[in-house]
Every structure is written in C-alpha cells, then in structure tokens.
C-alpha cells in the first residue's frame, strides 16, 4: 500500500492497484473501493526469472485495464465508494476519532 493509494481514494478517483494483501482496520474490497488486479494465482517471483514474472504481471495488469475502462458506471461506483472509504477512515479527524474508539483511555491512568 502506497499513502499515494489513499490519496487518489481521497480525491474521489477510481483506484486501480493490484489486489491488496494488506488489510486495514476497515477493510478495502477489492472491486467495490478499488478496481482489483488478481495476482494470486501467478507463481511467486521467485520461482522464476524477474523478466518473467513482472511480464506476465504486467500482461494481466493491461488485460484488466482493457476490461474495465469503458464500464464508466462500475468506474464511478468504485470511485465513490472510495471516497466514501477515505471520509470513514483517511481524514485527520476520522483517525482521530478511530484511535478513540479503539483505545481504552482509563488504561493510560
């Protein structure tokens, strides 16, 4: 995860990453807050050479931008919905008031 990741969910954009293997306190689901570039079933790099394996990331990354990039609904139904994301859990105040929550202030006495 990249704070460049949280940036464009911010500014209301489609966010196109490969599928996340990171989870945050509220989750990110794949292909409903980001448009999700399946990996997990490529063999793990090193089983093979560098050149192969980001070549045949690289090919699965195209083959999922050519599916999605004239489906204008699901882009702006991911887009939104990321927003809706960083506004829950991206803003100074949302992670002040997170911390809050999942913090027990009497223990800190």
């Known amino acids: ?6 940036e464009i969910l911010g500014l209301g954009s489609a966010l196109f990453r490969q599928k996340l293997t990171y989870d945050f306190h509220d989750k ?7 448009i999700s570039v399946d990996f997990d ?4 790099p090193y ?17 999922r931008f050519n599916q999605v ?25 949302a992670n002040a008031d997170m911390i809050l929550d999942l913090i027990d202030l009497e223990k800190l006495r």
């Open 1 to 6: 995860i990249c704070f460049r990741d949280i």
């Open 28 to 34: 990110l689901i794949p292909n409903y807050h980001y």
């Open 41 to 44: 079933d490529l063999a793990q």
């Open 47 to 63: 089983t093979m050479s560098n050149e192969s394996y980001f070549k045949l990331l690289a090919d699965r990354i195209m083959e």
């Open 69 to 93: 990039k004239d489906d204008f609904d699901f882009i702006d139904f991911v887009a939104e919905n990321g927003r809706k994301w960083y506004e829950k859990n991206g803003t100074a105040m």
